[in-house]
């Protein structure tokens, strides 16, 4: 059986209630079929490398695995899916962040919770993956939070009544009016929606027995439905996840297994626990419409992210030698394989299921913060509209914002136009030909620079460090602009870390070359991005973090987490072998900030990988040690 760390469960026991451990131990069996997917995921990965061989649509005449669903049925939408709830039918603007902060006490970090629901979003993620700190004891924090919020407790009603005064403070100010008219009205207006974990990802917590990691998804799943479900019902509302990394539609069934056996459990009607699917993982895009088959009556939409799926692109074609993207700032959501990506998307989710139900589109993330220069502000307030309404025009029922604070300027894109949603309209059928295979990873000609190379770096030693402090969502932008407040910041998670690191990897060991002369460096256009470049332009970025100001450097990180993001900065661009995951190697390290046992983690990891294709996940400092002299574990469940 599964182990609770003793301080966690003593900790927060109205988070390890007695049904929450009985719905984790029936649902526990089920992390060997996890492991073996994930095994299965290196596996294909390995298989293309050696074969040098591109990712391929499933065999029409195939059968899902884990499902006794045919391809052929799933792509022609003989399946039966979802119809949208009412509450999910106008989901305009959906804000994103954590319920929590690093280092708070419960009032302070329900500040988080109550900015969302007072934001004027028709929805908000409450992530406990890419967004939320996992130091300490953050994932149960987050979980605590959400449950006085959907509690309506005291406390969280006491903390919503000051928020509101402060938010309507600075909506006067900025927008010249208040948008917060009746607070307590104004809390029942947003959707609560929770993101899990994913499959790929240990808890830091739960450990099996015998040492090896516990299921982080299956952790958040159990945890958020069990403590839940009772008062979100009660109140009329639809339980609702998003579901993060699922490469495949096997994945999406072993999601689906876990999804009815915990309402099975906890005496729900199958189907009641609604999904959306982030598509963040190219292999994913090759099976959209097996994807929603095999998540069946569960499965409401999808949604359109950025940089993880751009890492997942590089990291899928890691050993092509001709894939090479430019500098990142050019990947839009307009550019070769993003905007194929996103066509796949909405044509899948306006294929109706055997019922004639349609899927909801959620768009992209607006990382905007709308904080600087009145010049700024106003140039990053026309982009990001003129983005809401090139989504809207395509087709998303609705977007993503990063912070409440662009709630207000980007609803007015839907509302505008007035329609709840978008479910049903017209485009052509789904097709799945050579030619859009190959169309999944078009490239077209872009910029690639050292000014480029130096923002990867910049930003991705201060994501590092962030996520260190806890922060694993954080505002930032490179160095060379800090005290330039003309240049906004951006609210970043860990997918940039993820794809700045992957980036840089790919210029380096498939030797990209510069499109243009850079006089500090001596580089010309044509030159290859070396070894020396990058270990070069790594030195000056560290230091101008070390040198820059509390603001954008926390200064008693510079001594402590900064070090081991450089660290892991450095190990993972230089290593021959691409690792598949940077989040690994900075969870290996969450709480530790001892720089010699920093680098011996991320050798370890690297070596494993390398050697024997295998991921170090457990949380290392977690002690399984729980056994009497009878041999009984004492913290068992």
Same mark, same amino acid.
């Given at each position: 059986m599964p182990v609770i760390a003793a301080d966690a469960q003593a900790g927060y026991p109205d988070i390890y209630t007695p049904d929450a451990l009985a719905a984790l131990r029936a649902l526990s069996p089920l992390d060997e079929r996890r492991a073996e997917l994930m095994a299965l995921r290196l596996a294909r990965r390995a298989e293309r490398a050696r074969d040098r061989r591109p990712i391929e649509f499933l065999p029409d005449d195939g059968v899902i695995d884990g499902t006794s669903l045919r391809v052929a049925d799933a792509r022609a939408g003989r399946f039966e899916g979802a119809s949208i709830p009412d509450d999910l039918r106008r989901q305009w603007i959906q804000g994103t962040g954590p319920a929590t902060k690093p280092r708070s006490s419960t009032a302070s970090g329900l500040r988080n919770v109550a900015y969302a629901m007072l934001s004027g979003a028709d929805g908000w993620m409450f992530d406990g993956e890419d967004a939320l700190g996992q130091i300490q004891a953050m994932s149960l924090d987050n979980q605590r939070n959400l449950r006085l919020m959907i509690a309506e407790d005291p406390l969280f009603l006491s903390v919503a009544e000051q928020v509101a005064e402060e938010m309507n403070g600075w909506a006067t100010a900025f927008f010249g009016h208040a948008t917060i008219n009746d607070w307590r009205e104004q809390l029942r207006?947003?959707?609560?929606?929770?993101?899990?974990?994913?499959?790929?990802?240990?808890?830091?917590?739960?450990?099996?027995?015998?040492?090896?990691?516990?299921?982080?998804?299956?952790?958040?799943?159990?945890?958020?439905?069990? +403590? +839940?479900?009772?008062? %979100?019902?009660?109140?009329?509302?639809?339980?609702?996840?998003?579901?993060?990394?699922?490469?495949? &539609?096997?994945?999406? !069934?072993?999601?689906?297994?876990?999804?009815?056996?915990?309402?099975?459990? %906890?005496?729900?009607?199958?189907?009641?626990?609604?999904?959306?699917?982030?598509?963040?993982?190219?292999?994913?895009?090759?099976?959209?419409?097996?994807?929603?088959?095999?998540? #069946?009556?569960?499965?409401?939409?999808?949604?359109?992210?950025?940089?993880?799926?751009?890492?997942?692109?590089? *990291?899928?074609?890691?050993?092509?030698?001709?894939?090479?993207n430019p500098n990142i700032d050019q990947v839009t959501m307009t550019y070769g394989y993003m905007r194929v990506y996103e066509d796949r998307v909405r044509r899948a989710v306006n294929t109706p299921d055997m019922n004639g139900n349609f899927a909801l589109w959620q768009g992209g993330m607006e990382p905007n913060i709308p904080v600087g220069s009145a010049a700024g502000v106003q140039a990053a307030m026309q982009k990001a509209v003129a983005g809401g309404e090139r989504e809207q025009r395509e087709g998303a029922s609705g977007k993503w914002v990063a912070h409440w604070k662009m709630v207000h300027i980007m609803r007015p894109v839907w509302e505008r136009v007035g329609q709840d949603n978008q479910l049903g309209r017209e485009f052509p059928a789904?097709?799945?030909?050579? @030619?859009?295979?190959?169309?999944?990873?078009?490239?077209?000609?872009?910029?690639?620079?050292?000014?480029?190379?130096?923002?990867?770096?910049?930003?991705? %030693?201060?994501?590092?460090?962030?996520?260190?402090?806890?922060?694993?969502?954080? !505002?930032?932008?490179?160095?060379d602009f800090f005290g330039d407040d003309d240049v906004l910041y951006l609210m970043e998670d860990a997918a940039t870390g993820e794809i700045r690191l992957s980036v840089l990897w790919e210029w380096?060991?498939?030797?990209?070359?510069?499109?243009?002369?850079? &006089?500090?460096?001596?580089?010309? &256009? #044509?030159?290859?991005?070396?070894?020396?470049?990058?270990?070069?332009?790594?030195? @000056?970025?560290?230091?101008?973090?070390?040198?820059?100001?509390?603001?954008?450097?926390?200064?008693?990180?510079?001594?402590?987490?900064?070090?081991?993001?450089? @660290?892991?900065?450095?190990?993972?661009? %230089?290593?021959?072998?691409?690792?598949?995951?940077?989040?690994?190697?900075?969870?290996?390290?969450? *709480?530790?900030?001892?720089?010699?046992?920093?680098? &011996?983690?991320?050798?370890?990891?690297?070596?494993?990988?390398?050697?024997?294709?295998?991921?170090?996940?457990?949380?290392?400092?977690?002690?399984? +040690?729980?056994?009497?002299?009878?041999?009984?574990?004492?913290?068992c469940f």
């Open positions: 207006v947003t959707t609560r929606i929770f993101r899990a974990r994913g499959l790929h990802l240990d808890d830091r917590h739960i450990a099996h027995a015998d040492g090896r990691g516990f299921s982080a998804s299956i952790t958040d799943l159990v945890l958020y439905v069990t +403590n +839940n479900h009772r008062a %979100l019902t009660a109140q009329g509302r639809s339980i609702v996840l998003y579901l993060p990394k699922i490469q495949t &539609a096997a994945e999406a !069934a072993f999601w689906n297994l876990l999804l009815d056996t915990l309402e099975d459990h %906890l005496g729900l009607e199958r189907g009641t626990i609604l999904c959306y699917v982030l598509v963040e993982q190219v292999e994913a895009c090759f099976q959209l419409m097996e994807i929603r088959a095999a998540l #069946g009556r569960h499965f409401v939409g999808f949604n359109t992210g950025r940089w993880d799926y751009i890492n997942s692109v590089s *990291d899928a074609y890691a050993w092509d030698p001709g894939f090479i789904l097709t799945y030909t050579d @030619e859009d295979a190959r169309a999944l990873i078009l490239l077209e000609d872009a910029p690639r620079t050292v000014r480029g190379a130096r923002d990867l770096i910049s930003v991705g %030693l201060q994501y590092g460090n962030a996520f260190g402090q806890g922060f694993q969502a954080a !505002a930032l932008k490179p160095a380096l060991h498939k030797s990209g070359r510069l499109t243009a002369d850079d &006089a500090q460096t001596g580089a010309r &256009a #044509g030159d290859p991005f070396t070894r020396e470049l990058f270990l070069r332009l790594l030195d @000056e970025e560290y230091t101008k973090l070390l040198a820059a100001g509390g603001r954008d450097v926390h200064e008693d990180s510079k001594a402590t987490t900064l070090p081991t993001a450089r @660290e892991v900065v450095r190990s993972y661009v %230089l290593e021959p072998v691409k690792a598949p995951w940077y989040i690994d190697l900075l969870n290996l390290n969450l *709480d530790n900030t001892d720089l010699a046992s920093a680098e &011996a983690r991320i050798r370890d990891y690297l070596d494993a990988f390398a050697r024997h294709g295998t991921r170090i996940t457990h949380n290392l400092d977690f002690d399984t +040690n729980r056994y009497s002299e009878t041999g009984t574990c004492n913290d």
